[in-house]
């Protein structure tokens, strides 16, 4: 599987943002697909996933109620709406797949992409 993330940029506080990320390869196998960020001196951090087939979501705490994970299973793209964009949201975002049934426990991901800049400043 490989996964081509899009959609980064600069914004101000407050603003909306919104992340693509492409699958190709073996999509059929595809479990669940997320993201992770990684801010500038942090360690790398778990944002969302979704379950490929059934939808169900998953949020960490730092982005439930701004951030909204979604699939195009017919275009085998995942998407990541973020709202209400902080400054700590500054990082770079990167989109996951697995094809494990207990990703969503274990959170180790199989396929990584390659990487897209968020920043919020004003």
């Known amino acids: 599987v490989q996964l081509q993330a899009s959609g980064g940029g600069a914004v101000q506080p407050g603003d909306s943002l919104t992340l693509s990320c492409a699958a190709s390869?073996?999509?059929?196998?595809?479990?669940?697909m997320g993201w992770f960020r990684q801010a500038p001196g942090k360690e790398r951090e778990w944002v969302t996933a979704?379950?490929?087939?059934?939808?169900?979501?998953y949020y960490a705490d730092s982005v439930k109620g701004r951030f909204t994970i979604s699939r195009d299973n017919a275009k085998n793209t995942v998407y990541l709406q973020m709202n209400s964009l902080k400054p700590e949201d500054t990082a770079v975002y990167y989109c996951?797949?697995?094809?494990?049934?207990?990703?969503?426990?274990?959170?180790?991901?199989?396929?990584w992409g390659q990487g897209t800049q968020v920043t919020v400043s004003s």
């Open positions: 996951v797949a697995s094809n494990s049934r207990r990703v969503i426990a274990t959170r180790k991901y199989d396929y």
């Open positions: 390869g073996r999509t059929s196998d595809i479990f669940a």
């Open positions: 979704i379950l490929w087939n059934e939808g169900n979501t």
